[in-house]
């Protein structure tokens, strides 16, 4: 069975409904039409543009988001860079995540465990949770995790968050150190402003965090690049 967000929850823990299948293609035809919508001159920009974009001693802390209910059961046991393992779906365009994990006082935290997972093209977990049956695009691997380098940089090669009937396109990650999770949140996309601003957990956050849960977008080359600096504290 799949599952979807509720109209109304906190944040920690996840506490997820089930999805009503009789409205699942309508949700899928409404967030295309509005994906479709979408204007490029309509993008966020995030009000602190990041840590390294900023003067402040303090930068404000990344805010805390539900795992929901796809958390992998089982990460392996060997770090990864990559979450496309093979040929993608045709519609699942590659993207590259990367930043900083650093804390309040802008000072990186080293060789932070930064994990992250997310549904893949066709709108699947590679979660039991998800009854995807044969439609899982085989060359996503929907999960990874890698330890951050001396500095807290981080880097996944992954694809572009796509929306599902209930949520916007987002990226969950989290972050742990000696076994311990400092921080659970979610990377929500700058060119997905209509469907962010439809999005329950985008709207819970408030005007004040929205920006430090918004990754910003650098597109040249063979792949956009998200960056998002994790704040801990």
Same mark, same amino acid.
């Given at each position: 069975? =799949? ?10 823990? @996840? ?7 009789? @409205?699942?293609?309508?949700? #899928? ?14 993008? *966020? ?23 929901? &209910? ?5 990460? /392996? ?15 699942? #365009? ?5 930043? =900083?994990?650093? /804390? ?6 080293? /060789?932070? =465990? ?32 890698? *330890? ?12 572009? &968050?796509?929306?599902? &009937? ?17 921080? @659970? ?7 997905? /402003?209509? !469907? ?15 920006? !430090? ?21």
């Amino acid at each position: 069975m =799949r599952l979807r967000y509720a109209g109304s929850m906190t944040f920690m823990p @996840s506490c997820d409904v089930p999805r009503d299948p009789s @409205s699942t293609r309508h949700g #899928r035809r409404v967030a295309l039409r509005t994906a479709g919508a979408l204007a490029l001159g309509a993008w *966020q920009v995030p009000a602190f543009a990041r840590i390294l974009a900023t003067a402040t001693a303090e930068p404000p802390p990344t805010p805390r988001m539900t795992d929901g &209910p796809f958390y992998p059961v089982a990460f /392996d046991r060997d770090p990864t860079t990559s979450l496309i393992v093979g040929s993608l779906l045709p519609q699942a #365009r590659p993207l590259r995540l990367q930043g =900083r994990v650093v /804390d309040r006082a802008n000072r990186p935290i080293a /060789d932070a =465990r930064v994990e992250i997972w997310q549904c893949d093209a066709a709108q699947h977990y590679r979660h039991p949770s998800d009854d995807a049956g044969g439609a899982l695009d085989k060359g996503f691997a929907g999960f990874g995790w890698q *330890q951050g380098d001396a500095d807290g940089r981080y880097a996944f090669e992954t694809i572009q &968050p796509v929306p599902y &009937p209930g949520r916007t396109p987002h990226i969950h990650i989290k972050v742990k150190r000696d076994g311990r999770t400092l921080l @659970s949140s979610q990377v929500f996309m700058p060119d997905q /402003d209509a !469907l962010n601003r439809a999005d329950f957990l985008w709207r819970h956050l408030g005007a004040g965090q929205q920006p !430090l849960a918004l990754a910003t977008l650098e597109r040249g080359g063979d792949r956009p690049v998200a960056h998002f600096d994790i704040v801990v504290g």
